[in-house]
């Protein structure tokens, strides 16, 4: 039933800022444009919130030079479906605690949303939302990273990760020794 | 945060780098063995973890901070610990959370200590009760474990194993017919508690490999009614990530903890496989699951290591034909200074009850390591006190010195397991209720810990039990486990 209303005054919101034009577009690196709800822009993102209020946003697409089009359009995409997830009077008051409370476990929907994404598609939106200042979807994507990694040996999380061993065999003997408890599979 | 995001998209070296503040986020998601091994995947993560202190190593249970000692007839178990140890072992308080068998201790696993109804942890107060206990029927003997890995999960479980039937006398038609059945059974039904879920569960486990036989073959070898007080019971080793239980019949099991599968271990040559021997010990110790075996009568001493990676074969580690050990005799005598001490919770919480009742104010009993000051004896070793082990104070006897020492020493062939140290190749061995040794298996040196006699031990003695029955090396653990503590005022108490 919550959800229900919440969608409902979602579709609300919408209608009010659609009429009103009240969205901001947005500008990749490679010059596609996204538009995206100015309320929910400025709800998730501390970086657009800030320049909603002090109109450095341009009207015919502000450029994010450090975002590509692919985690752009996810960054609009979760936006999109945030705003169309949870009772919207609910959101503003969830939006300060997630400034202040301990990590919260990401929603089914969050979580369908980020295993989807490739690897590279991952990094992309985590660097992205880093710099938008969007702390929950930084969230979201930190703790599917941090899955990734449970359980793997270093060789595995390089191998996903992509990293470079820049360890001699001498070093690396030398700090699995400084925690030997950690490692008993060879 | 521009330079940040030069670095991060800088994949010259194919190297994926974060700005290290969301490196660091993640980061902290990890459970400490994942953080251990994050440090190894290049110098940045190494880096990120141990400036921001990501990684407590010094909040895990990675050394020893007592044993555990149940002793017959003793309402709470007694703890031994280091004198320079912070952690207090007296439970007394949770006696109200427990069934039977309130104040002794069931298990322990990385610090955190099982006790009849409830689970607690010494080092951070923490405690809470088990919802109700799936009893088993009269013929089962159940025994409880617990798993805790706080490098890996801040969630705990506790097993539940019932066992038999074990031997019934009157044995009525429905057990005969039980008599042909195989043990142990394809689908062992464990009863667990998971603290992920805050209920009990029966969860089949599916028998990897050969079962040993049939029901009637396991049975315990004795014809005495089954004693709930004088029994040693089983002890269990959490290992990688799977727990091995020792069965009453001296078989194993090693339980895989991701996989609902389990297999059975036969016990080493030369153990019998029928009856429960009293002088076998199991733990984990450096390498693995170790099992110990002390022969009171013969004074022999053994010791195997389970060997996984060549069919569960246990390999001999150690054999010592004539365990025993010199000491200076003054060691004999109860609360001579040692670098261990016992807390005598049994001694103190009876004074406290007995005062209570006769409405004298109340002042504490001298504490215990007050008492054994005042008799501090000079025996003239140096201790480490620390509360390592460094094991250079006294030398195992060869056959000479054990007959031409002096009247001032004195021989100790009496010696049993008490457990095994969770990571050097050290036994902690004890003299019936009268003092405890610590033996290095590589040097076979001894080290005298301290005095385990209970004050006032001679009213318990009365009734004749003053067996030790059962011991818990203890390694206390600083991390909070997954649950709520129950309310306020309770845990104040």
Redesign the interface.
Same mark, same amino acid.
């Given at each position: 039933m919550e959800v229900d209303k919440g969608k409902g005054e979602a579709e609300e919101t919408r209608k009010v800022a659609e009429a009103d034009r009240d969205t901001v577009t947005l500008k990749s690196s490679d010059g596609k444009l996204f538009e995206v709800s100015k309320e929910a822009a400025a709800r998730l993102s501390t970086v657009l919130a800030g320049m909603i209020a002090g109109g450095s946003i341009d009207d015919n697409g502000t450029d994010l030079k450090?975002i590509g089009s692919e985690a752009l359009e996810n960054v609009v995409d979760y936006c999109n479906k945030h705003a169309n997830s949870i009772p919207s009077a609910a959101l503003i008051s969830s939006s300060i605690s997630f400034n202040t409370a301990p990590?919260k476990e990401p929603e089914e929907w969050e979580r369908k949303f980020v295993d989807r994404l490739s690897h590279d598609a991952l990094?992309d939106l985590?660097?992205a939302a880093?710099?938008l200042g969007m702390e929950r979807l930084?969230?979201v994507t930190?703790?599917k @990273?941090?899955e990734m990694?449970?359980?793997?040996?270093?060789d595995q #999380? =390089?191998e996903v990760?992509? @990293?470079?061993?820049?360890?001699t065999k001498e070093e690396?003997e030398e #700090? =699995?020794q400084?925690?030997a408890?950690?490692?008993?599979?060879d | 945060m521009e330079e940040q995001h030069q670095q991060a998209g800088d994949d010259d070296l194919m190297t994926r780098l974060l700005p290290e503040d969301v490196l660091a986020q993640i980061l902290c998601l990890l459970p400490p063995r994942d953080l251990a091994v994050s440090r190894c995947v290049c110098a940045e993560w190494k880096g990120a973890v141990d400036r921001r202190r990501l990684l407590r190593a010094d909040l895990l249970p990675l050394s020893v901070g007592g044993i555990f000692i149940n002793i017959c007839a003793h309402c709470y178990a007694e703890f031994f610990r280091p004198r320079s140890g912070n952690v207090s072992g007296n439970l007394a308080h949770l006696l109200e959370y427990s069934r039977w068998f309130a104040g002794t201790v069931l298990g322990h696993c990385n610090g955190l200590v099982l006790l009849d109804g409830c689970v607690s942890n010494p080092a951070t107060g923490w405690f809470a009760p088990l919802p109700p206990w799936p009893m088993p029927t009269e013929l089962l003997y159940q025994e409880a474990h617990i798993v805790f890995d706080p490098a890996v999960s801040s969630h705990y479980s506790v097993f539940l194993i019932n066992y038999g039937p074990l031997y019934d006398e009157n044995a009525g038609g429905e057990l005969q017919a039980a008599e042909s059945q195989e043990w142990p059974p394809s689908h062992y039904p464990f009863h667990v508690f998971s603290s992920a879920t805050e209920r009990w569960e029966e969860r089949p486990f599916l028998r990897q490999g050969d079962a040993v036989g049939t029901l009637a073959d396991v049975r315990l070898g004795t014809k005495q009614p089954f004693d709930y007080h004088r029994r040693k019971r089983c002890f269990a080793a959490y290992w990688k990530q799977a727990l091995y239980v020792h069965c009453h019949n001296n078989f194993f099991f090693r339980i895989s903890l991701s996989r609902d599968e389990y297999r059975v271990i036969k016990p080493p040559p030369g153990i019998s496989n029928s009856v429960r021997s009293k002088g076998l010990v199991f733990g984990k110790s450096e390498k693995g699951p170790y099992l110990a075996e002390s022969r009171y009568a013969d004074r022999c001493f053994k010791v195997w290591i389970l060997d996984e990676s060549n069919h569960n074969q246990w390999v001999l580690r150690h054999c010592n034909k004539h365990l025993g050990l010199m000491l200076p005799r003054c060691y004999l005598d109860s609360e001579v200074f040692g670098p261990w001490i016992l807390e005598d919770t049994n001694y103190i919480e009876d004074w406290m009850c007995w005062y209570e009742e006769e409405e004298t104010p109340a002042t504490a009993p001298p504490s215990a390591p007050e008492r054994a000051l005042k008799q501090q004896s000079d025996c003239g070793c140096d201790f480490d006190e620390d509360g390592g082990f460094t094991l250079d104070s006294t030398n195992s006897p060869d056959d000479g010195d054990m007959y031409n020492a002096g009247s001032s020493f004195c021989y100790i062939d009496d010696l049993l397991v008490f457990g095994f140290h969770p990571f050097k190749e050290i036994v902690f061995l004890g003299s019936g209720i009268k003092i405890a040794v610590a033996h290095d298996l590589n040097s076979s040196k001894f080290q005298y810990m301290g005095s385990i006699y209970p004050t006032d031990f001679s009213i318990y003695y009365t009734y004749g039990n003053d067996e030790i029955v059962e011991t818990f090396v203890y390694t206390p653990c600083k991390l909070e486990a997954h649950g709520q503590p129950p309310t306020p005022t309770l845990a104040a108490d």
């Open positions: 450090q990590f990094f985590v660097e880093n710099f930084l969230d930190c703790h @990273i941090s990694m449970k359980g793997k040996s270093p #999380i =390089r990760f992509n @990293i470079k061993n820049d360890y690396l #700090i =699995r400084e925690l408890w950690a490692f008993y599979d | -």
